[in-house]
């Protein structure tokens, strides 16, 4: 099978690429129908550090990504899409410091406290990380990659997913994953009536991670050479 990444070429048709993001949609309701027996919330591996709420585990993945990137300047100032960002190290600590603050509000710890239905969350859920084939008329996708899932939010990986599908246009995330969120539906997925303040809060913090993983990538690539 190819990647679903690889598969937005010319030769799949519309009518395919239709269905293959329905599928996804409804694979991904799927995961979140799976009862995951727990009351709490945190990373999936023994022995790891467990939360009692949502709220409080998404501020400890929130917090412990800020305080790398508080540390790590020197190391990002080699991204060159960071390099436009922010121009001395002051200027950057004060840009998460505002971060700190957006996400300390109340109105912000309410919405999270709102998204507290305990759901098996893949963490890193797109297309890079499903593996589609056709199969006659129907696509059989699996899921790769579940290092990062744990117990989370329940629309933490469809506000990941919405916002990766942007690519970093002003689009309607809406209207970007339609075929998806049809597919999401038709699996019982359900969107919250607020799920655009969870694609802001949730896809602010993704992009975060993604400078953390760039920096990873960049420093090992600059140690290779």
């Not at 937005?8 to 129908?33: C, H, M, Y």
């Not at 709220?55 to 990002?76: C, D, G, V």
């Not at 840009?95 to 309410?110: C, G, H, K, M, P």
């Not at 899921?143 to 939010?153: N, S, Y």
Request: aromatic share 14%.
């Amino acid at each position: 099978g190819k990647s679903c990444y690889e598969l937005r070429l010319p030769n799949v048709s519309n009518e395919d690429f239709t269905e293959l993001e329905k599928k996804k949609g409804l694979i991904l309701a799927n995961i979140q129908s799976i009862n995951p027996g727990e009351t709490v919330f945190g990373p999936l591996s023994e022995g790891s550090q467990q939360f009692e709420s949502w709220r409080k585990f998404f501020n400890y993945k929130l917090s412990t990504t800020l305080s790398l990137l508080y540390r790590a300047y020197s190391h990002l100032t080699k991204l060159e899409h960071f390099q436009e960002l922010v121009s001395s190290e002051n200027e950057w600590h004060q840009f998460l410091e505002r971060i700190v603050n957006l996400y300390a509000t109340d109105s912000v710890q309410e919405i999270l406290d709102k998204d507290s239905v305990p759901t098996f969350a893949h963490g890193d859920y797109w297309d890079g990380n499903l593996i589609a084939e056709k199969k006659g008329e129907e696509w059989d996708v699996k899921v790769i990659d579940l290092e990062r899932g744990d117990i989370g939010g329940k629309s933490f990986d469809l506000a990941l997913w919405m916002v990766w599908k942007l690519n970093g246009t002003s689009e309607d995330p809406f209207e970007k994953s339609q075929a998806f969120l049809e597919g999401f539906k038709q699996g019982k997925g359900v969107i919250p009536e607020n799920m655009r303040d969870y694609i802001t809060l949730y896809g602010l913090w993704q992009y975060l991670d993604f400078l953390l993983v760039d920096m990873a990538y960049t420093i090992d690539r600059t140690d290779e050479s």
